[in-house]
Nanobody, 125 residues
Framework: QVQLVESGGGSVQAGGSLRLSCAASAYIFSTYCMGWFRQAPGKSREGVAVMDTYGRTRYAESVKGRLTASKDNSRNTLYLQMNSLKSEDTAIYYC???????????????????WGQGTQVTVSS
């Protein structure tokens, strides 16, 4: 069974930083495309950063220059470094995995096959 386990959420003031982690199996890291999504209260889930199996990364316009996704293959862990946080970044953040195919490297949440449990990020102004 595929497991994605996020950690690192918390509360921070606007302008602060957090780093999220997502631990997965070695198989997932070597064969799946990965992504970070978020969901704020009353809103639909949106893609924040997506990464293909080669490590190429795309970002949502709203987070470019502030959030950075990376992966450490030796630790089978995906990261999301979040700097210059804003109140509108408040949401539950999820990591997700998609099989190679049409939804790899996409922001379409419905195309991802596996999800973590989510971690809350709260930014106060």
């Amino acid at each position: 069974q595929v497991q994605l386990v996020e950690s690192g959420g918390g509360s921070v003031q606007a302008g602060g930083s957090l780093r999220l982690s997502c631990a997965a199996s070695a198989y997932i890291f070597s064969t799946y495309c990965m992504g970070w999504f978020r969901q704020a209260p009353g809103k639909s889930r949106e893609g924040v950063a997506v990464m293909d199996t080669y490590g190429r990364t795309r970002y949502a316009e709203s987070v470019k220059g502030r959030l950075t996704a990376s992966k450490d293959n030796s630790r089978n862990t995906l990261y999301l470094q979040m700097n210059s946080l804003k109140s509108e970044d408040t949401a539950i953040y999820y990591c997700a995995a998609a099989r190679r195919g049409a939804y790899c490297y996409s922001f379409v949440a419905g195309g991802y096959d596996y999800w973590g449990q989510g971690t809350q990020v709260t930014v106060s102004s």
